[in-house]
């Protein structure tokens, strides 16, 4: 007889409620734009924790993510063009650079600005009416390959890319960065309960900051001591960690 074939994953969904998802994503908007309506003339060419991008590239890419967020016109022609550029995230994130290459900082603030609102629109009905579906193209993170629900990609990874890039931003032009448990504990501890989803295994973690905490799970596990936002670094594959440190997790 012929072994049947294992099951397919589940594709991953939200953990956060949809109420506390938006609020995460709003204030997140907010917080960004604060970021780079402070910076000088100087700061937008710093460059970033990100490959090739310096600030401005970077606003760009948040930009022109919430431009796709707020439009399904939009979000069709950038996925067309990124599929012509070869596929994938990559090729997405390069097309919304490109697009708004001709903008200075000023402009993209302005532009960032006007689009926020609609962006936050747009996610909050996409994912009313499309969120339990999946998304047709396969999720890549390293070596691990996965389906996700759409509600998970507007619900949640959208709000974790702009607050990841704010901390981006924070680090390059050496500025204080915003942290608060309402908000920003908030996004981290959803992370940590990912993170410890998919890793399985027993663990005690200890996060410090304003947006740390404590959360353990089993016995005789790793011990881990961390600031909370270097822990999201370490995981988004912004640098390097021991054990399960390694266990990425989507930004």
């Not at 900082?105 to 339990?132: K, N």
């Not at 915003?178 to 908030?186: A, K, R, Y």
């Amino acid at each position: 007889m012929t072994a049947p074939a294992p099951a397919r994953p589940r594709p991953r969904s939200a953990a956060l409620d949809r109420y506390a998802a938006h609020r995460l994503a709003a204030t997140e908007y907010e917080r960004m734009l604060a970021v780079l309506r402070d910076l000088d003339p100087d700061d937008w060419s710093r460059a970033t924790d990100c490959p090739g991008w310096d600030v401005r590239a970077m606003a760009a890419h948040v930009l022109g993510m919430a431009r796709l967020a707020a439009s399904v016109r939009e979000m069709a022609r950038q996925n067309r063009l990124a599929a012509k550029a070869g596929g994938g995230i990559d090729a997405l994130t390069g097309v919304q650079v490109r697009q708004h290459a001709d903008l200075d900082g000023a402009a993209i603030v302005a532009e960032l600005e006007a689009t926020a609102p609609r962006a936050l629109r747009g996610r909050r009905r996409m994912s009313r009416i499309a969120g339990r579906a999946t998304l047709p193209e396969e999720q890549v993170m390293g070596n691990i390959r996965e389906h996700w629900r759409i509600g998970f990609l507007l619900d949640v990874v959208l709000t974790r890319d702009v607050w990841m890039h704010r901390v981006d931003v924070a680090r390059a032009t050496e500025r204080g960065l915003e942290l608060t448990p309402g908000h920003d504990g908030v996004l981290v501890a959803d992370v940590v309960a990912e993170w410890a989803q998919r890793h399985g295994r027993p663990y005690r973690l200890v996060l410090t900051g304003p947006a740390g905490g404590e959360w353990s799970s089993g016995s005789d596990g790793e011990q881990l001591e961390l600031d909370a936002v270097e822990f999201c670094r370490v995981l988004s594959g912004r640098g390097s960690g021991p054990g399960l440190l390694g266990q990425q997790v989507p930004f």
